[in-house]
């Protein structure tokens, strides 16, 4: 069974950094893609930075792009999401995804939460003064 864990949120200050981990379990094949979606109070979920297990290639939203880094550990079936210079409005419930099916651009998969069908449970990352 497909099993996906998040941890590493927490409450920062503006401007500040963390890193958050997602370890996976359970993939019976080798072509999926990770999804790290967000979702704050009273708005819609989105999709913040994804990474493809087949090539390693990476899609970042433009809110995010330049700040926020999603990478891979093979070897610990770990994806990470490094976040720098964090701003109030990254503030939310932060996600990771599974998506096995692969038919979609990584760039408009990652725009597609209701793709992905293996959630974790998520995160909270406050950022606040």
């Known amino acids: 069974q497909l099993q996906l864990v998040e941890s590493g949120g927490g409450l920062v200050q503006p401007g500040g950094s963390l890193r958050l981990s997602c370890a996976t379990s359970g993939f019976t094949s080798d072509y999926y893609t990770i999804g790290w979606f967000r979702q704050a109070p009273g708005k819609e979920r989105e999709g913040v930075s994804c990474?493809?297990?087949?090539?390693?290639?990476?899609y970042d939203a433009d809110s995010v792009k330049g700040r926020f880094t999603i990478s891979r550990d093979r070897y610990k079936n770990t994806v990470y999401l490094q976040m720098n210079s964090l701003k109030s409005e990254d503030t939310g419930i932060y996600y990771c995804a599974a998506d096995l099916a692969g038919q979609l651009r990584l760039s408009t998969l990652c725009q597609l939460w209701t793709e992905f069908g293996s959630w974790g449970q998520g995160t909270q990352v406050t950022v606040s003064s």
């Open positions: 990474i493809s297990s087949s090539d390693g290639s990476t």
